[in-house]
Each structure stands twice: as structure tokens, then as C-alpha cells.
């Protein structure tokens, strides 16, 4: 695609602010008008003490998976502030994203799925033969999917789970702002990467949802993103990027409109 390939298109950016940067520059430089909307913040855990239990006993693991860039970035901050390390341990990370936090903080993961930036992906290359009698640790946001423990504890793991931020509503996000821009008719597309944004757009938008659900077309992550779309009344089939990085976010954008703009019928 050309360097303005999103000419035109009016893009609702819903990450939270610390991870939305990269993202609306890179929209931005393809031509598109972006809004930020932050459905999510991020913060520190309920309860810390768990975590820094486990992190202080790091000699005991063979493995330390991180999940996503959060629990890179805040996993790291609690293993430095605990004086531990992670030299000798081997690192997973879930996606590129992760994997780049980890880099930029010094660490090198052994283990980064190529495609599928998924707990699926990561578990393709964690066979039972890889993983059988080895201590792991999980690195995630607290009341994350149990799938991945749960599978690599089926193949003969050992695994305990690391809670070291959690996700919240922003207290300063405005529905009705929301409402009135999709009102315009400016914003065609509304961008969500985890269903956990979905629900906080339902509940800030409250009644005012029914402004943007004939209008906004949705941009997410997974087929159930999708049926949740429908259940919430919007109108205008949702498009499913394959992974929920920049790169695949921004070519499904691109793909969708060049056909729109073709047909005339954005």
C-alpha cells in the first residue's frame, strides 16, 4: 500500500494511552484522522504481595512466560525492584510486541511465536517434551485466560501464575463525547483489541452506544469480539484483523478501505 493509503479515514483508537503512540503515528503517517479514546488503563495489582512471593523464589523456575507488554513491562519493574534477575531462566513471550518490551529492557527471549501472537501460538512451540517436570512462571495482568497453564500443566509442568498489573476503566473517559463524534458521521471505524475494551465501551457509552452502532464499524481481534459486536446492535459486520499487533491492525485497515473506497460505500 501506498504511504496514504488511509486517506480520509477516521479511525477511534481505544488502547490505553502509554501503548497507543506507535499506533496513531503510524495511521497517521498512512493519512488517516485518528481520535483517542482510551477504553483501558492499566495499574497495579490488587494485591502485590502474591507476586513478590513468587518473584523473590525466581531460582526455583526453569521457564518465565510474559504474556503481553504489560506484564513485560510491569514484571520486569517488580523482578528489578525485588533485586532478583532473570539470568538462567529461559523467556517466552506471547507476540512481538512482548518480545520487544522484554528487548528493550535488556532481555532476550528464547521463545516468541512467528505468527500466532496467541497463548495458542506460544504453546505450539512448548511441547510436552519441552516443558514436562520444568518449573514455570507466568507474567500477566490479573484474571487473564487460564488456557495456558492449564495446557502446559497437562503436558507435565509445573506453573504458577504471576498477577503484576491489572486493567481498569478510565475514570475520565466520556461517553458523550464519544456519542457526539459518532454522530458526525467523521469516524468510520472504532478500533478494540481485547473484549475487555468492548464491555468498557458498552458501559461508558451506556444508552449513548445507539449513536455509533448504525454508524461506527468495529475493528477487532477474534470471532467472539465479533458475536459480542452483534449482541451490542452494531449494524456494519466488524473487521477481524489476524493478530492484534500495529502491523496486522493497519493492513486490515488498508485492505477494507481501498475496497471501500472502490465501491464507493465506506
Given at each position: 500500500?501506498?504511504?496514504?493509503?488511509?486517506?480520509?479515514l477516521g479511525?477511534?483508537?481505544t488502547?490505553p494511552r502509554h501503548?497507543?503512540?506507535e499506533?496513531?503515528?503510524?495511521?497517521?503517517?498512512?493519512?488517516?484522522?485518528?481520535?483517542?479514546?482510551?477504553?483501558?488503563?492499566?495499574?497495579?495489582p490488587?494485591?502485590e504481595?502474591?507476586?513478590?512471593?513468587?518473584?523473590?523464589?525466581l531460582d526455583d523456575?526453569?521457564?518465565?512466560?510474559?504474556?503481553?507488554a504489560n506484564?513485560?513491562?510491569?514484571g520486569?519493574?517488580?523482578?528489578?525492584?525485588?533485586?532478583?534477575?532473570?539470568a538462567?531462566?529461559?523467556?517466552?513471550?506471547v507476540g512481538?510486541?512482548t518480545?520487544?518490551?522484554?528487548?528493550?529492557?535488556g532481555?532476550?527471549?528464547?521463545?516468541?511465536?512467528r505468527?500466532?501472537?496467541?497463548?495458542?501460538?506460544?504453546?505450539e512451540?512448548l511441547p510436552?517434551?519441552r516443558v514436562t517436570?520444568r518449573r514455570?512462571i507466568?507474567?500477566?495482568?490479573e484474571g487473564g485466560r487460564?488456557?495456558?497453564?492449564?495446557?502446559?500443566?497437562?503436558?507435565g509442568?509445573?506453573?504458577?501464575?504471576a498477577?503484576v498489573?491489572r486493567?481498569?476503566m478510565?475514570?475520565?473517559a466520556d461517553?458523550?463525547?464519544?456519542s457526539?463524534a459518532c454522530a458526525?458521521?467523521?469516524?468510520e471505524v472504532?478500533?478494540?483489541?481485547?473484549?475487555e475494551?468492548?464491555?468498557?465501551l458498552?458501559?461508558?457509552?451506556?444508552?449513548g452506544l445507539e449513536?455509533c452502532?448504525?454508524?461506527?464499524?468495529l475493528?477487532v481481534?477474534n470471532e467472539?469480539m465479533?458475536a459480542?459486536a452483534r449482541e451490542?446492535?452494531?449494524?456494519h459486520?466488524?473487521?477481524?484483523?489476524?493478530r492484534?499487533?500495529?502491523?496486522s491492525l493497519m493492513?486490515?485497515?488498508?485492505?477494507w478501505?481501498?475496497t471501500a473506497?472502490?465501491e464507493?460505500?465506506p
Open positions: 500500500m501506498d504511504s496514504r493509503s488511509l486517506d480520509g479511525v477511534v483508537v488502547r501503548q497507543a503512540a499506533l496513531v503515528a503510524g495511521l497517521e503517517r498512512r493519512g488517516a484522522r485518528v481520535m483517542e479514546f482510551p477504553l483501558l488503563e492499566v495499574a497495579a490488587t494485591h504481595t502474591p507476586a513478590r512471593a513468587l518473584v523473590d523464589r523456575y526453569d521457564l518465565a512466560i510474559f504474556i503481553s506484564a513485560a513491562w510491569w520486569l519493574d517488580l523482578v528489578r525492584r525485588r533485586g532478583r534477575s532473570l538462567g531462566l529461559e523467556v517466552a513471550a512481538a510486541a518480545a520487544r518490551a522484554l528487548a528493550a529492557a532481555v532476550a527471549p528464547d521463545v516468541v511465536p505468527q500466532r501472537f496467541t497463548s495458542e501460538g506460544l504453546l512451540l510436552a517434551e517436570g514455570i507466568i507474567f500477566r495482568g487460564a488456557l495456558l497453564a492449564d495446557e502446559l500443566r497437562a503436558r509442568a509445573r506453573v504458577d501464575y498477577e498489573y486493567r481498569v478510565p475514570t475520565d461517553g458523550r463525547r464519544l457526539a458526525t458521521g467523521e469516524w472504532l478500533l478494540l483489541t481485547s473484549r475494551a468492548m464491555e468498557n458498552a458501559t461508558i457509552a451506556g444508552p449513536a452502532t448504525g454508524v461506527v464499524r475493528l481481534v467472539d465479533v459480542r451490542l446492535g452494531f449494524r459486520t466488524p473487521l477481524v484483523a489476524a492484534p499487533d500495529d502491523a493492513d486490515t485497515l488498508e485492505g478501505w481501498a473506497r472502490e464507493g460505500a
